[in-house]
């Protein structure tokens, strides 16, 4: 088995297994609980059989009644404060030692005679009075309750007990303080003025907000609020066939599938889930590859054009899982009609309409937005197929962008009024997520260069850019080749005319049939199209000037990879002989050699023979253009004949046994040519001859 079978061979390999991995990771992605099997909406109509309870289903209240019940027990609820119980002994102690150290002071003095004679009386008055505030307590506000009244209620928690207390039986610091001011608190003492600033120094609250015992029980407070409202029984008929779905039942379809998604999937298989999901994406890949494989076999075969075709699945199915499970974004937000904008730039609009339908298709099972998301992508992408997205033309390119933004604001309001008939309950936040979708759709812009560098593809900014005169190699054949230059001119436009006839891609074929011949530039004399005197083949044998002949592809595909060419245009290189003969010095061979044994695959080609539309029309337009110059002063009838001669040639020689070149297409471009070719040699009209009367 030769390299390029086992090439071929593993490729084939990879290509299945790469498939294998796309459709694992897809199926990864999906949630692996089982889907409730209903779909509704309020305001619609019960499009399914009747609907009984499977089993007791305990009805959710909304969350609007959730909501409002949460707030009437928010106004009921009372904040915990938390007493220091060793504030009295700290204190205490506190005001022992700023005393020791005032009366230090006092008895260097003459002032404060009597505390100076009665210490004592003075500390244990001032302990009385710390014991008197301590015991009533004084608390200090959050400030969140500052502006309570005194019937404001609060939780005071001392040790493991907890009782209530409103604001009016308890004192803040400014009310202690005004206790400790009043005279009558120190009894006999003569010099109370001695223990008031001393006492107000030291004077801190011993009740304060506890924000982890309020945050505590306020969650279970709020937590022990009931999330239903009743019980459907089981049996019990939920909806009828072709009933408005009302708030009530509304209420209660919602109900059974909470229940359903939270009890019933939960003893579901999670394997047998993921095998569903396994075979739908099979099944949906499938499909895809084999349509590719009938209708884009280029597509099929090619390693890099199969890898960009089955990417964009396993893309867009991580950016729907991404967006749904971040619960920050809607999956409105991604730009779907990047895949049809770039695939269609790359290659045409069937593939890129079947590419985004199965794109939408994965998306769908990924997403839980439900058939309107389904069909406004599908809707839109067409849509974005429809209009000319040319990336060499950015006002062309924004003006298709503006209609793919009205073609989404427009769906999305036509389907807001089918389900509520009114746009005044529209949620006008999908608006800015599709203003952003469209938004990052422009990335399709710079996208496409970099897919192509990346994948190796030929966009049309390339061949025009390759088509332009002044390119290195195309330089190079005028100075060194310019007789090949005319030819290759000649055969661009025969090619190019019976391209757009059939609708094959005409700019692709006129910029290689530019390239086709630059091998000649090596031994530009060795061909008749540049020869101007002596034909230097007089000095070769036959054999060694086919070699020379043959040469040129090999030598034109060297300067093609040098001058780092599109793989595309190498391909008409290679392709452009495919398999023949050098046929006129083959036939000198044999008729000087007629007793030799000929190596025929001497005088071949190396081909490839053509397999596209695009190479098969290059091929027989260069023999034609070749073939006709050769005819002196040719009528129609000559050019006709030479027409039929070249392309029966190339069939009887099988050169397009593997062209995807239809015969309806052939008989396309034999016309097309014929005509074109008429002009070219300034063909008159042929009358018929007047019969002669008599």
Not at 32 to 55: H, I, V
Not at 181 to 209: D, H, K, Q
Not at 470 to 475: D, E
Not at 619 to 631: Q, T
Request: one cysteine or more; aromatic letters at 10%; hydrophobic letters at 40%.
């Amino acid at each position: 088995m030769d390299i390029k079978k086992r090439t071929e061979q593993a490729q084939t390999i990879l290509k299945y297994l790469l498939v294998l991995v796309v459709i694992a990771f897809i199926s990864i992605l999906f949630p692996n609980n089982a889907r409730f099997k209903y779909q509704f909406e309020q305001g619609k109509t019960w499009a399914y059989e009747d609907l009984y309870a499977p089993f007791d289903i305990p009805i959710k209240k909304s969350e609007a009644e959730v909501r409002a019940e949460r707030q009437s027990r928010d106004a009921d609820f009372s904040p915990y404060y938390e007493v220091n119980q060793n504030a009295l002994a700290e204190q205490e102690a506190a005001f022992e030692k700023a005393f020791n150290e005032e009366l230090a002071t006092a008895q260097a003095g003459t002032i404060f005679v009597d505390v100076v004679k009665k210490p004592n009386a003075y500390i244990t008055q001032g302990k009385k009075l710390l014991q008197q505030i301590y015991e009533k307590g004084v608390v200090q506000l959050a400030p969140d309750h500052s502006d309570k009244g005194p019937e404001f209620v609060l939780n005071i928690v001392r040790g493991s007990t907890t009782f209530t207390q409103t604001l009016g039986n308890l004192q803040d610091l400014e009310a202690a303080k005004d206790i400790l001011g009043n005279p009558s608190a120190y009894g006999s003492l003569a010099e109370p003025e001695f223990l008031f600033p001393i006492l107000e120094t030291v004077l801190r609250a011993n009740i304060t907000f506890s924000k982890d015992l309020t945050k505590r029980f306020r969650d279970e407070y709020f937590d022990s609020i009931p999330s239903t409202k009743g019980v459907i029984p089981k049996g019990e008929r939920i909806v009828r066939k072709g009933a408005a779905i009302t708030d009530d039942i509304y209420e209660k379809l919602a109900s059974y599938k909470a229940k359903y998604e939270r009890d019933v999937t939960k003893n579901r298989s999670g394997i047998g889930i993921l095998g569903g999901y396994f075979l739908l994406t099979t099944l949906i890949i499938g499909v895809f590859l084999i349509y590719i494989q009938r209708y884009h076999p280029s597509y099929f075969a090619q390693f890099n054009k199969f890898i960009f075709i089955l990417i964009w699945l396993a893309i867009y199915g991580y950016l729907v899982y991404l967006v749904e499970n971040a619960n920050v974004m809607s999956a409105y937000i991604i730009p779907f009609c990047i895949v049809p904008i770039v695939i269609k730039h790359f290659g045409n609009s069937q593939l890129a309409l079947f590419t985004h339908i199965i794109v939408v298709l994965i998306a769908s099972f990924l997403s839980s937005l439900g058939y309107e998301f389904t069909f406004m992508q599908i809707i839109v992408g067409i849509v974005a197929i429809l209009g000319t997205v040319d990336s060499r033309n950015m006002s062309e390119f924004l003006r298709s962008i503006v209609f793919i933004f009205l073609a989404y604001i427009v769906t999305f309001l036509g389907l807001s009024l089918i389900q509520e008939g009114t746009l005044v309950n529209v949620d006008t936040r999908i608006f800015a997520w599709l203003f952003i979708n469209v938004f990052l759709t422009l990335l399709a812009y710079p996208l496409i260069p970099i897919l192509e560098r990346l994948f190796g593809f030929t966009s049309t900014n390339s061949l025009i850019e390759l088509s332009d005169m002044n390119r290195p190699l195309l330089k190079e054949l005028s100075l060194k080749a310019p007789g090949t230059l005319q030819h290759s001119l000649q055969v661009a436009n025969l090619c190019e005319a019976a391209a757009t006839q059939i609708g094959a891609n005409a700019l692709l074929v006129k910029a290689a049939a530019l390239y086709h011949d630059i091998g000649k530039t090596a031994n530009p004399d060795y061909y008749i199209e540049n020869q101007k005197g002596d034909n230097p083949h007089g000095e070769l044998s036959n054999l060694e000037s086919a070699k020379m002949i043959i040469a040129h592809i090999t030598e034109g595909v060297k300067l093609a990879k040098k001058a780092r060419l599109p793989r595309t245009i190498i391909d008409f290189i290679e392709t452009h002989h495919g398999t023949t003969r050098v046929e006129y010095f083959y036939r000198n061979h044999l008729k000087e050699n007629p007793d030799t044994e000929v190596d025929e695959s001497i005088f071949r080609y190396p081909g490839p023979r053509p397999t596209t539309k695009e190479q098969t029309i290059m091929m027989i337009a260069d023999s034609i253009e070749a073939a006709c110059k050769s005819l002196k002063n040719p009528t129609g009838q000559d050019i006709d004949g030479m027409v039929d001669k070249i392309i029966t040639g190339k069939m009887q020689s099988g050169q397009l046994e593997e062209s995807a070149l239809t015969f309806d297409e052939l008989e396309q471009c034999r016309t097309c040519w014929k005509a074109l070719l008429r002009n070219i040699h300034h063909v008159r009209v042929e009358y018929p001859e007047e019969k002669k009367e008599g």
